[in-house]
């Protein structure tokens, strides 16, 4: 069964930085696109950032010259660099990742979330 563990989260003033991680694990053949989501309470989870097998990124604009989405293939890890972060970034942060499984069956799996928090 496939697992994603996220961390990196934690609070942080105005201003500062915070890198997420996510590892994928389990009966993985090969994993496909992978992102980072986030949600606040009473609000719809929205995309942050994704990234493609090959590379290829995109982010919401409110983020964009702000964050950086990366991932290392050979470890199934995606990576999320927060720097200057604002208080409108408070939220729980959650990894997805499309993978075929050892199965060769292909779905979407989600981590738990970690919480990231900047007080102003």
């Known amino acids: 069964q496939v697992q994603l563990v996220e961390s990196g989260g934690g609070l942080v003033q105005t201003g500062g930085s915070l890198r997420l991680s996510c590892t994928a694990s389990g009966s993985i053949f090969s994993v496909n696109g992978m992102g980072w989501y986030r949600q606040v309470p009473g609000k719809q989870r929205e995309r942050v950032a994704t990234i493609t097998s090959g590379g290829s990124t995109n982010y919401i604009d409110s983020v964009k010259d702000r964050f950086t989405i990366s991932r290392d293939n050979a470890k199934n890890t995606v990576l999320l660099q927060m720097n200057s972060l604002k208080p409108e970034d408070t939220a729980v942060y959650y990894c997805?990742?499309?993978?075929?499984?050892?199965?060769?069956?292909?779905?979407?799996?989600w981590g738990r979330g970690t919480q990231v928090t900047v007080s102003s």
């Open positions: 997805n990742a499309v993978i075929q499984s050892i199965a060769r069956v292909t779905l979407s799996y």
